[in-house]
T-cell receptor, first 116, second 113 residues
């Protein structure tokens, strides 16, 4: 079985300040890791993912996440946030032994609010 | 444009009625999924289908039913047996291979009145 824990349900941050959204996972096998973003009243969009190789992955809008196997973490960071980053962020994990994404397990989400 | 279309966006249902949520994709994806989203609980998998004419129960399938007669379509029926159906429902699709991106529709709000 696999699980995902997002430690913070809400994170308020001032505009242009840095932010870190925390994600820890548990799994008995190797995993793929994902961060999805959900803007109000919309579906989810992939922000970035780790499959293999470099443990640091980046998105096109300045977010990055680092896979830390020893700490079973995949925290999301951005050095300077903008108002447009206000959204809910979901961490998700899929075990590599699975054929498909049916066992993609989502965390409970972190609502990021940017304060002007 | 390629994508996933869910309809209706908002739906009200009286207790005891069945309701069907539509999901259509033109991404040529083999796999399709239905998730339920409740505040503070993240996304929970209701049903998934990896190929036409086949589908599997997810973590919370009770009170729901699906069909997959066409590759493009994966409708979800919320039956009267679902005890707490008020939620945001998300349809998604992917190529079906682990690690590949799952693409989501815009979601459907179901409210039982």
């Amino acid at each position: 079985a696999q699980s995902v824990t997002q430690l913070d349900s809400q994170v308020p941050v001032f505009e242009e300040a840095p932010v870190e959204l925390r994600c820890n996972y548990s799994s008995s096998v190797s995993v793929y890791l994902f961060w999805y973003v959900q803007y109000p009243n919309q579906g989810l969009q992939l922000l970035l993912k780790y499959l293999s190789g470099s443990t640091l992955v980046e998105s096109i809008n300045g977010f990055e996440a680092e896979f830390n196997k020893s700490q079973t973490s995949f925290h999301l960071r951005k050095p300077s946030v903008h108002i447009s980053d206000t959204a809910e962020y979901f961490c998700a994990v899929s075990s590599i032994s699975n054929f498909g994404n049916e066992k993609l397990t989502f965390g409970t989400g972190t609502r990021l609010t940017i304060i002007p | 444009d390629g994508g996933i279309t869910q309809s209706p966006k908002y739906l009200f249902r009286k207790e005891g009625q069945n309701v069907t949520l539509s999901c259509e994709q033109n991404l040529n994806h083999d796999a399709m999924y239905w998730y339920r989203q409740d505040p503070g609980q993240g996304l929970r998998l209701i049903y998934y289908s990896q190929i036409v004419n086949d589908f599997q129960k997810g973590d919370i399938a009770e009170g729901y039913s699906v069909s997959r007669e066409k590759k493009e379509s994966f409708p979800l029926t919320v039956t009267s047996a679902q005890k707490n159906p008020t939620a945001f429902y998300l349809c998604a699709s992917s190529t079906g291979k682990a690690g590949n991106t799952i693409y989501f529709g815009e979601g459907s709000w179901l409210t039982v009145v």
